[in-house]
C-alpha cells in the first residue's frame, strides 16, 4: 500500500479569511497562522493565500530556469519553483526565497532520469528502454530508491521521471527514454520506478517527487517527429497511452507533466478533457500538473492557437495547470488577464493553493531541505548504490542471438579483437540525459571517466591473464571517415574471435533529435562488412538508445548482445556475459525491425488488414517484444486455468510448468498474453497481462502461477467505455510474442 501522506488531496474550500496570528508562547512574538505546523494544512494554505498579493500568488505558478548566475528573479517574480540548479547555488536561491516578505520556501527540481543525471559522480543507471528489459519491478524500485537517495541531498527535491509514454515509432528521438511498447509493461514499471522515487511519503527528507511524463499521447508521432502533431482519438488514448498514467496515480505520483503534442487540434497543455476530466475527475488526481519546458509560450509562437500570451495564460490556467515551466512571460500574461477581468482571480488561487498544499506536506516551511554536500559525496560513493547499478546493468542485458559461441572458454587461451566506435565511448554508454549530453552545456563537463566501466575496460578487467586483447575504433558514427577500418580488420585478422561494439551517437537521439533512418550510421555498416569477410566469429555488442536496422553482415554474427545505454556498469556486464559469468536474462520491451518500413512494427497489433505480409518483405520484425534468449534452455507445458469459466467481475489464475532443461542456472521472464477472439470494436490480436522472473537451477522445474484480474480481459469498445464482453478468450503463455513460442489455451466470459 502506498503510504496514506500520498493520498490525501491537496484540493481544499478557498474561502478565505482574514489572515490570523497564532503565538507559539506566552510573550513570544506573533507567528502567522501559515507558519504553524500544529495547524490542519488546509487552515495554513488559506491564511497564506488570505495574505499573498496577486503577483505572489502568479509567481508560485512559475517554475523558473537558475542556470543563469543571476538569481534576482527570485525576488522580482517569486517563483514558486526552480529547475537545472544545484550544489551550493541552491542555498543562494533559498537565502533570497526566505528574504521575500511571506518567505515561501522554493520547490527545487531537475531532471533526474536514470540516475542524479548532471551532478558529477552520481550513479548513472542504464536507460529505461534498458533497464525495462529486466522485467523486475523490485529492480526499477530500487534503482528510484537509489536516485533519489542521491538527489536528495544536494538539495533536489523533484525529479521528472519516469517517462511513460508508449513507444510506437522507432524513428521518434525519445525511444530510448520509455520503457518500450507495451501498456501493461510500462504502467507497471513506471508505478514501481515512482514508489522507489517517492519513498515513505511527502515528509520522507530521503524522496523526491516522481513525476509522470508525458501526458498524454506524446509518445504517438507523425513519423517519428517529435512533438508533431499525434493521430490520437479518445480511444485511442484510453486503449493504450492512458492506462499507465493511471496506474502512475494510483501508485501515489504527486506530479504529471503535460506533452509537447496536440491531438485533435488540441495541444495537450490546455486539454481540459485529458487534464481536468480524466486525470483529476475521473482518477482523482490530487497532486499538481506542470507543463513541459515552455509549453505555455509555444501555444503562442510554436502552436500558434494563442495570440498574446495574456491569451496563453488563461488558456493554461483555465485547463487545469498548476505549474507553468519556464514560460517567464506568463507572469505578466496572467497578471493582465486578471486585472482586464478576463479571468477571476480565484481561478489563480486554485493552482496556487495545491502547489503551497504540496509545500505544507513536503514539510518545506520547517525545513526546506537545503543541501549537505558532505552527505551528498557519502551517498554517491556507498557500495550498495554501485551493486545496485552493476545488478541494472546485469538484468538489462539481451542475448539475441548465439549460435554457440558463446560463454567463450576461459580455459582456452584466446585472442580477441575489440573493435567498433563504442567498445570504449563511455558518454555513449551513459546515453542521453547525463553531462556530456545536449541538456547541459559542454562546461559543465563529463561524468568521471573511472565511475564507467566500457566494454573494452571490462574486457581488460575480466579476461584470463594469457589472453591477448587488441583494440581498434575502426570508424566513426558521426562521419564517413573510414580510415581507421584498416587498422580494425589487421586486428581481426590476427585474433581468435571479435568483439565489435556498434550503436548510435548522442547526436543521433534525443529530444529533437528524431531520425528518417535506422540505419547504422557513419562508418559502421563499412566496417561490419569488411569484418565479415575475415571469416573470424563475431560477437555483435549493440550500445544504442533506441531499436536499429542491422546489415547482413551484423545478422550474420555469431552472437549479438543488446546492451542499449547500458549504464556505468554495463562495460562489466557485458564482459561478465562474454566470459560465461553471467547468464544473461533480459527479454525486449520492445521488437527490433529489419526494415525501418515496416514501421510501426509493436506487437500488439490491432486486427484487420489484407494479408500478413508486405509485397516486398515480411511484416515479422527481426527480433519480437519478449524475446531474449539465455546460455541454458527452458521448457514450457501443463498451462491451465484455475476457472476456464468466469463470471462477471471474476478473475482467474493461470499456472504453467517451467523447467531449466540445460546446464546451467538462470532466470528465465514468463510472460502471460490474453486475446478476446470477438469483439464488439477492433481491438488488437494479443495484448500482455502479466510476467513474472523465475530462477531455475540446471534440471529445476517449477509451476509458476499469474493472477488475471477481471479487468485483464477488458477491451475499451467503440463508445469509449472500458468493459469485458461475453464470450471466448485465449490465454497464451510462453517466452516472448511470437505465436509460434506460447502455448495456448481458452477461456470463455459468460
Known sequence: MRP?????????????????????????????????????????????????????????????????????????????????????????????????????????????????????????????????????????????????????????????????????????????????EDTYLNGELGAALIRGYQGQGLDDPTAVLATAKHYAGYSETRGGRDASESDSTPRKLRSFFLPPFERAVEAGAMTFMTGYQSMNGVPSTVNPWLLKTVLKEEWGFRGVLVT????????????????????????????????????????????????????????????????????????????????????????????????????????????????????????????????????????????????????????AGRQPREKTTT??????????????????????????????????????????????????????????????????????????????????????????????????????????????????EGGRAIAEAILGQLNPSGKLTISIPIHVGQQPVYYSQVRGQHGTTYADLTQEPLFPFGHGLSFTEYAYSNLRLAAPTLTPGQGTKVSVDVENAGGRAGDEIVQVYVSDLVTSATWVNKALKGFARVHLEPGERTTVTIDLPWEAFEIVNARGDRVVEPGEFEVLVGPSSRDSDLLKTTLTVE
Open 455 to 568: 566494454v573494452l575496460d571490462g574486457l581488460r578487467d575480466l579476461a584470463p591473464d594469457d589472453w591477448s586483447i587488441r583494440h581498434e575504433p575502426g570508424c566513426s558514427i558521426v562521419d564517413d571517415d573510414l580510415s581507421g577500418i584498416p587498422a580494425a580488420v589487421a586486428a581481426a585478422a590476427a585474433s581468435d574471435v571479435i568483439v565489435a561494439v556498434v550503436g548510435d551517437h548522442l547526436d543521433f537521439i534525443g529530444e529533437t533529435k528524431s531520425t528518417a533512418t535506422l540505419e547504422l550510421q557513419g562508418g559502421q555498416v563499412a566496417l561490419l562488412d569488411a569484418l565479415e569477410e575475415t571469416g573470424k566469429p563475431t560477437i555483435l555488442v549493440l550500445v544504442n538508445s533506441k531499436p536499429l536496422v542491422l546489415p547482413p553482415s551484423a545478422r550474420g554474427a555469431s552472437a549479438i548482445l543488446e546492451g542499449f545505454n547500458p549504464g556505468m
Open 4 to 180: 496514506s501522506n500520498l493520498i490525501a488531496p491537496i484540493t481544499m474550500a478557498l474561502c478565505f479569511t482574514v489572515p490570523v496570528e497564532t503565538r507559539a508562547q506566552a510573550g513570544a512574538e506573533p507567528v502567522p497562522a501559515y507558519r504553524d505546523p500544529a495547524l490542519s494544512v488546509e487552515e495554513r494554505v488559506a491564511d497564506l493565500l488570505g495574505r499573498m498579493t496577486l503577483e505572489e500568488k502568479v509567481g508560485q505558478l512559475m517554475m523558473s530556469d537558475a542556470r543563469s548566475d543571476d538569481l534576482s528573479f527570485i525576488n522580482t517574480r517569486q517563483p514558486g519553483s526552480i529547475l537545472h540548479i544545484l550544489g551550493g547555488k541552491i542555498d543562494l536561491a533559498m537565502d533570497l526565497a526566505a528574504e521575500n516578505r511571506l518567505a515561501i520556501p522554493l520547490l527545487v527540481g531537475e531532471d533526474g532520469i536514470h540516475g542524479h543525471s548532471f551532478w558529477k559522480g552520481a550513479t548513472i543507471f542504464p536507460t529505461q528502454l534498458a533497464m525495462a528489459a529486466s522485467w523486475n519491478p523490485a529492480l526499477l524500485e530500487r534503482v528510484g530508491r537509489v536516485t533519489a537517495e542521491e538527489m536528495a541531498p544536494t538539495g533536489i527535491h523533484w525529479t521528472f521521471s519516469p517517462v511513460l509514454g508508449v513507444a510506437r515509432d522507432l524513428r521518434w528521438g525519445r525511444v530510448g527514454e520509455t520503457f518500450g
Open 292 to 443: 513541459d519546458w515552455d509549453n505555455v509560450g509555444r501555444l503562442v509562437h510554436e502552436q500558434k492557437v494563442a495570440a498574446t500570451y495574456t491569451d496563453a495564460a488563461i488558456m493554461a490556467v483555465r485547463a487545469g495547470n498548476d505549474i507553468m515551466m519556464t514560460t517567464p512571460q506568463f507572469y505578466e500574461g496572467a497578471i493582465e488577464a486578471v486585472r482586464s477581468g478576463r479571468i477571476d482571480e480565484s481561478e489563480i488561487d486554485g493552482p496556487c493553493a495545491r502547489l503551497l498544499a504540496l509545500k505544507f506536506r513536503m514539510g518545506l516551511f520547517e525545513n526546506p531541505r537545503r543541501p549537505d554536500l558532505d552527505r551528498a559525496a557519502l551517498e554517491t560513493a556507498r557500495p550498495d548504490h554501485q551493486a545496485a547499478n552493476l545488478d541494472a546493468s546485469r538484468q538489462s542485458l539481451v542475448l539475441l542471438q548465439n549460435d554457440g559461441l558463446l560463454p567463450l572458454d576461459p580455459t582456452r587461451a584466446m585472442s580477441i579483437a575489440v573493435v567498433g566506435p563504442n567498445a570504449d565511448d563511455a558518454l555513449q554508454q551513459l546515453g542521453d540525459w547525463t553531462l556530456g549530453s545536449p541538456q547541459h552545456p559542454p562546461e
